[in-house]
């Protein structure tokens, strides 16, 4: 049973910096390709970020140069790292696994972000 379970989020100000972090269990983190999404309040779930299973990268305008992700194989842990936060960041930010040979995606449970003065 692969899990995913994510770690990191709160209260932040705008400006000010989070590291969220997704610990993945039951599977080698190299059999997929790993991505975080966010959820804000009313809205559709989008991408935030995805990293293959060989390190590329890709962003989402919005916070393309203020985000990086990355990954960490020997220890089954995705990184987001969150820089020169926005309000419009808030939301709920979930990592998501996507097996390459399985076709089978497994979401972690969430993690509440809220950026506010």
């Known amino acids: 049973q692969v899990q995913l379970v994510e770690s990191g989020g709160g209260l932040v100000q705008p400006g000010g910096s989070l590291r969220l972090s997704c610990a993945v269990s039951?599977?080698?983190?190299?059999?997929?390709?790993m991505a975080w999404y966010r959820q804000a309040a009313g809205k559709q779930r989008e991408l935030v970020a995805g990293i293959s299973r060989g390190g590329r990268t890709n962003y989402a305008g919005s916070v393309k140069g203020r985000f990086t992700i990355s990954r960490d194989n020997p220890k089954n842990t995705v990184y987001l790292q969150m820089n020169n936060l926005k309000p419009e960041d808030t939301a709920v930010y979930y990592c998501n696994a996507n097996g390459v040979a399985s076709g089978v995606s497994y979401w972690g449970q969430g993690t509440q972000v809220t950026v506010s003065s």
């Open positions: 039951g599977s080698d983190l190299g059999f997929y390709v």
